[in-house]
């Protein structure tokens, strides 16, 4: 009995391996370097935050904060709720035979700073579509990113907050606690879209440029200041394995065939 138990697991295994197998040869996976520029619309109370102690610190020496007001600093140091980076990092994106479902994770440079990084994986609905005749392809992606972790957040938001660059660099020495806007995670819709062009016969390389607008869905309850961000980047994107288009001979298309 026991012997015809364990027969009959082996080929329940060997069967679920040979499945397995089968399934993965449909996954198709693309990994790209990216470099671009985004804005940041954090939208921060600053009042709420170590700022307004360095306010209250420097109006003592303006005769108060009745004399020197919040406003007056906030012109004075050119405070404002967003600002630009740039941006850089790597992305792969998942998906399974021509499912027009994308699982992508990135390692880019945090929108708060570009010397400090940021891990983000995004599930969403998305899709390469080719211009017919043409290597030439247009690609969407829309749905849930959830940021693991961006160790820009925070001190790093509220110093490059402040417009007036030589005021920015000494701020930075008063705010040492990562913490200072609440947690460093966060919860976002992203939208990108991008037009590439493929660059060698076999379809695996291609550059493009891509734009993205990711709104914070975050509670505000949880944490007030946003990582809603905007911008623009170009892409140099390899596709490591996965189905391609079946190259043809015949001038000019260079790639033509079916394509995935």
Request: aromatic content about 16%.
């Amino acid at each position: 009995m026991f012997k015809r138990v364990y027969t009959t697991t082996g080929v329940l295994f060997f069967l679920s391996i040979q499945v397995a197998s089968a399934q993965l040869k449909y996954l198709n996976l693309n990994v790209s370097l990216n470099g671009g520029y985004s804005v940041l619309t954090h939208k921060t109370d600053f009042q709420t935050t170590p700022l307004y102690s360095l306010y209250q610190f420097v109006a003592i020496s303006h005769g108060g904060t009745d004399d020197y007001t919040w406003t007056q600093f906030q012109e004075t140091y050119q405070i404002r709720e967003s600002f630009g980076q740039p941006r850089m990092g790597f992305k792969a994106q998942l998906t399974y035979r021509e499912w027009p479902i994308i699982l992508e994770g990135e390692a880019l440079s945090s929108p708060s700073a570009y010397t400090r990084p940021s891990y983000a994986a995004t599930l969403g609905l998305g899709k390469n579509i080719y211009i017919a005749d043409s290597s030439c392809y247009f690609s969407f992606l829309g749905g849930y990113k959830y940021v693991i972790k961006d160790f820009g957040f925070g001190a790093n938001t509220i110093t490059n907050s402040i417009g007036l660059e030589e005021a920015r660099d000494l701020a930075a020495q008063f705010f040492g606690p990562k913490d200072a806007l609440g947690r460093d995670r966060g919860d976002l819709f992203a939208l990108h879209a991008a037009f590439a062009k493929t660059i060698d016969w076999y379809y695996r390389w291609s550059i493009g440029i891509e734009g993205f607008y990711e709104i914070d869905l975050t509670d505000k309850l949880v944490r007030s200041a946003r990582m809603t961000n905007y911008g623009a980047q170009i892409f140099l994107r390899f596709k490591m394995f996965g189905k391609n288009p079946e190259p043809n001979p015949f001038y000019p298309n260079p790639g033509g065939g079916r394509r995935n």
